[in-house]
């Protein structure tokens, strides 16, 4: 391996942000496949450090300070990877808090653990409205899409975008996950979503799930 | 021997007083009147001339011995403040006297829960051997008394049978029991030669200790105090436990109840620091109460431990003795609510009482008569939590985190901040407290503590392989223990 790949897995497993970001720039300055950094650098490390989560030695904010740090080197890694015709590897994932909830903390959780499991996690952010988020389905074609609300007063905002991705016609093509404090399985059936996971841990079990991805066999 | 492993000890920064420094005194001036005026039972006329040659009033007749408050003042002065309980690994010796807090497993519990079955039966020294491996491999664990009683074997038999299996299944401190006389307590002095390489090697490095037992109200065995003496002649510290039982053995108010244990204890070791003077031992007020309905031992352990784990500390700290107290009470006979409550309540009175080197009664369960594995296990946990909790709160530059507030500012997070990844492995985790989410623990078919500390005890008894003893040190404790039965058969 690319010695400096090697380097590029060292910073992001031992969250060192400055020497990450800079040796992501120094590999596409000095052409190196953009593929490569993306596989070998970057999603495999992801990758590890959810082993490593699963085997209980990194705890979750060593996983949300990864996620951050992957966030800046794929910034830097993925134009080159579009501009060499690559594709980008995984299923897509659009996370998104809903319509008048400023809360995004467990969204983002679960986008960094989601990330360790070699999901691509596409954020929308937060008070995001219905027909953002219909847009971005359309244009990006996501696999799964995860909806939070932390509050009981926006929780009913989830089933408004469920519908307004019906009126769309995009709800066959994308599943559904939503999460936040008050929301229960039962909810997420009243609402015809595709599931609900009550922790980020558990949210890749059940996106896994929804991707069909073959890894499930764990849960 | 393996370097890094390290035994855990509780330290104190808190400590709850219960008894005013008049109340204090009041206890002890009674205690000294009741050993005056009352004295104590022993049978054994050797020890009771020498007591009476040091000044206490003997009546060999009726076998009691009354002490002048001087004298058991002067003699209870020698016992020393600190000293070691060596282990067969250094690295786990036990200093006593310096601060510490060490669990030990209890001693002797007539019953075992089965690991297979959860049903309660007689134990056996297979039992003793897998509770001993167990307890070898728990860091919180530091002192080994032989959790259950060995009946498989003759009782003379017990105390060697006993030490033979701590001594040969962990590398821990090992204190013996079962020793009903001095001829007991030589066959373990012997062994405990054996294994810590001759006399003075065992002085100098005191890996087996002993401990024995008043009689409530007021009353030693000779045979008993005989081999707590021969223990001290060995170099071997030998601790004192009294068990008088509110209502039956000891008066009903918690005041009376402590003094007459305290005069028990005090007793004890006024006796053996005449016998032999400078003697290594230790306090060892164990609270037990009568059920005012069944008139057994009061299962449902309550205020009254609690209170009692408090003045005891005091007194110990009063005398500047070391003290062992028991650090779990509870009448539940499973690992529910009521254990779960008992436990932790009475280790929090242990934890705040600011004393107790040596914490007992890991492992036990109603009313410490029966042992559990898994109790080991949940009671290690606890043990832990309290670790933690009397580390008390550091409030330094880095633990206030200016720099880091102002770093994440309004509406950010703390999660990806290299400040918490610092300092979160210093937040306590538990091993057996649920924490599941609801949906994970009713997809894990709603597991309890107690069935997670199963598995855990089936995982390190598959697993773990203490060090064993040289070949030929087994071979000769063998033979010890042979012809400690043979001397048996001949005298009786």
Redesign the interface.
Known sequence: MDDRIAALREALITLDEETAVAVTNELIDGGTDPQAVMQGGLAETMLEIGRRWTAGDMFLPEVVAAAEIFKRCNDIVEPALLAAGGKVLGHKVLTATVKGDLHDLGKNMVGAMLKTAGFEVVDLGKDVPTETIVEAVREMEPTILGLSSLLTTTVPEQRNVIQALDAAGLRRGVKIMVGGAPVTQEWAVEIGADGFAPSAPEAVELALRLAGDERLAKA | MSAERRIRMMRRRLTIEVLSDDDLERIHRATLTVLERVGIAISSERILRALGDAGGTVDLETGRVRFPAAMVEGMVALAPSRYMLAARDPALDLQIGEGNGYLSLDGCAAEIVDLDTGRRRLPTKADLVQATRLADAVEEVSCLWPCVAVTDVQPHLQGVHQTHAQLANSTKHVTAMSTFSARDARAVVEMARVVAGGSEALRARPIVSGVQCSIGPLTYEGDVMEAAVEFAEAGLPCGFVAMANGTATAPTTLAGHLVAVNAELLGGIATLETLVPGAATYYGPYRAFTDLRSGGIDLAWGPEGFLFELAAAQLARRYELPMNILGFGTGAKTQDWQAGAQHAISLMGVAVAGEADLISATGTGYGSRVFAFENVLLDAELFDLTCHLLEGISVDDEALAFDVIEAVGP?G??????H??AH?RELWMPRFFGRD????WEAAARPEPRDLAHERVREILAEHQPEPLDEEVERELLRIIDAHQKEGAHHG
């Not at chain 2, 997070?413 to 290299?418: G, R, T, Y």
């Not at chain 2, 989410?437 to 994970?440: C, F, I, K, P």
């Open positions: 509406g997070h703390f999660l990806a901040q290299a918490t990844r979160m989410t609801w949906e994970g």
